[in-house]
T-cell receptor
Framework: LAKTTQPISMDSYEGQEVNITCSHN???????ITWYQQFPSQGPRFIIQGYKTKVTNEVASLFIPADRKSSTLSLPRVSLSDTAVYYC???????????FGSGTRLQVQP | NAGVTQTPKFRVLKTGQSMTLLCAQDMNHEYMYWYRQDPGMGLRLIHYSVGEGTTAKGEVPDGYNVSRLKKQNFLLGLESAAPSQTSVYFC???????????????FGAGSRLTVL
């Protein structure tokens, strides 16, 4: 199982770009990187998934360097509503037992 | 399309009582999971299922049992509840054969359980 390491918490202000990095030094060849967002009292919600280079959707971008030992979730121009916990998961797409790390608690201030 | 539905949403138990949490998904997903989340903590995997009639242990299975008699339902049982099982329980499902694979989970809204 690829172990992931994320910062425990981050602070930002509205309108700023936020980058959350996840380290996964022992990522396997077949592993994908998936990010989730969790608001208080809600279940986590899928944000973005990638294998290499850059992936972008309407919510975020995911940057993955060539060695794939880390990944960076980028949230452009955050708002107060982006205050949440963000989780990074690493595993192959057929993986059966998905374990979450502690996540990064993002606090966005006015 | 309701996604993943958990019942009940809230429950208070006394120590030693038993109960069952029900998870139902209407997406025809093959994999289903039960997680628990304690206040301020991440999610921990209790049990999971890779198909109808199959179950497997996760990180913290002790004190819980599960059953997947139908593909769309995954039940989590507490035979003798303990205060340490006070938590929010989340059910999730995924489609390992879909375009995004097993890593893309759809979660339910959670079931908040308090054991006195």
């Amino acid at each position: 199982l690829a172990k992931t390491t994320q910062p425990i918490s981050m602070d930002s202000y509205e309108g700023q770009e936020v980058n959350i990095t996840c380290s996964h030094n022992n990522i396997a060849t077949n592993d994908y990187i998936t990010w989730y967002q969790q608001f208080p009292s809600q279940g986590p919600r899928f944000i973005i998934q990638g294998y290499k280079t850059k992936v972008t959707n309407e919510v975020a971008s995911l940057f993955i360097p060539a060695d794939r030992k880390s990944s960076t979730l980028s949230l452009p121009r955050v708002s107060l509503s982006d205050t949440a916990v963000y989780y990074c998961l690493v595993g192959d797409t057929g993986r059966r037992a998905l374990t979450f790390g502690s996540g990064t608690r993002l606090q966005v201030q006015p | 399309n309701a996604g993943v539905t958990q019942t009940p949403k809230f429950r208070v138990l006394k120590t030693g009582q038993s109960m069952t949490l029900l998870c139902a998904q209407d997406m025809n997903h093959e994999y289903m999971y039960w997680y628990r989340q304690d206040p301020g903590m991440g999610l921990r995997l209790i049990h999971y299922s890779v198909g109808e009639g199959t179950t497997a242990k996760g990180e913290v299975p002790d004190g819980y049992n599960v059953s997947r008699l139908k593909k769309q339902n995954f039940l989590l049982g507490l035979e003798s509840a303990a205060p340490s099982q006070t938590s929010v329980y989340f059910c999730a499902s995924s489609d390992p054969f879909g375009g995004s694979g097993a890593n893309v989970l759809t979660f339910g809204a959670g079931s908040r359980l308090t054991v006195l």
